[in-house]
């Protein structure tokens, strides 16, 4: 149900999917995955191209899975790159707090972008009209991009076939000006409003069951609203198991050393749950581990 100008190139974590609008001689893309698969994006890129020219590269948000591979891919195709309007002064300063980066203990190359682009722009994209929405929530500054023509949607990590990406934004704010939750169940119910057959995820497969996506995002997002604090421990374990992805192990008695260099982590773990860190390492290690998700292998934690 994808036009032809269309090419869905699916990622594994730790990347996003990136998509690829054929333009003639000329192609444009929306996000370039995390920065160790930097190579990778680019020669999955240059296989699809099939010899066009990278024009144009679009972020949906600022988070390291979609902009890691921004630079790579400036450096071998020279194209321009376009971020949402509300990360340009970070990515311009290279705020590696306001970014996400040091807090999570993730990691982007640095990029320079060209041009910002806004909610309630239009712009062409493999021949079809598209317009930004600001989609809150996973990124207070995040955009998505919909065709009612064709009745499409590429929504970021604001809504999944599974859920939404982790509402990081609730659990940095000071408590009395948390709006994370509120702007995400504001941004479903407007994406609920478009007409869409296929949604084309930041993570995972396109996919039709497109009420079914938001029945579950709705009970997710509800699940949270009743209980933040289990948000928070969502959150820490998403963080933990990006981490792992990444180094493919850790110590285990280094875990409470790591996690303490981590102010995001401290951060949430103060404000929320108030363990030590080792009581904090514990039930990290427990859960992920009975999630299947981590192993512990002679005092070693391995990414599953």
């Not at 979609?66 to 311009?92: E, K, S, Y």
């Amino acid at each position: 149900m994808l036009p032809a100008s269309l090419l869905v190139i699916e990622r594994g974590w730790l990347s996003s999917n990136s998509i690829l609008f054929l333009e003639g001689e000329g192609a444009a893309l929306i996000d370039s995955g995390y920065v160790t698969h930097a190579a990778q994006t680019v020669a999955l890129v240059d296989h699809a191209l099939a010899g066009r020219r990278l024009c144009r590269l679009l972020n949906t948000h600022s988070h390291s899975d979609h902009i890691g591979g921004n630079a790579a891919l400036t450096a071998a195709f020279g194209c321009r790159v376009i971020v949402p309007q509300g990360i340009d002064a970070m990515i311009a300063e290279w705020d590696e707090e306001a970014l996400l980066l040091s807090p999570l203990g993730q990691s982007a190359a640095r990029f320079h972008h060209h041009a910002t682009i806004a909610a309630g722009d239009e712009v062409e994209l493999g021949g079809l009209c598209w317009r930004a929405l600001a989609v809150p929530g996973h990124d207070m500054d995040a955009l998505a991009f919909h065709n009612p023509e064709r009745r499409l949607l590429i929504s970021g990590d604001a809504l999944w076939r599974n859920g939404f990406g982790v509402i990081f934004s609730e659990l940095l704010r000071h408590p009395e000006g948390a709006g994370g939750l509120r702007a995400a169940r504001e941004t479903l119910d407007e994406l609920a409003r478009l007409a869409i057959d296929v949604v084309i995820p930041g993570h995972g497969a396109p996919f039709v069951e497109v009420g079914d996506a938001f029945e579950r995002a709705y009970q997710r997002l509800a699940v949270f609203e009743a209980d933040v604090e289990l948000l928070a421990r969502h959150a820490l374990k998403v963080m933990l198991a990006f981490a792992l992805l990444e180094r493919r192990q850790l110590a285990r008695a280094e875990l409470p050393a790591f996690l303490a260099r981590l102010t995001f982590c401290q951060s949430v773990n103060a404000r929320y749950l108030q363990h030590s860190d080792e009581t904090l390492a514990h039930w990290l290690v427990r859960d992920l581990v009975r999630a299947g998700t981590v192993r512990e292998v002679d005092g070693m934690l391995l990414a599953v």
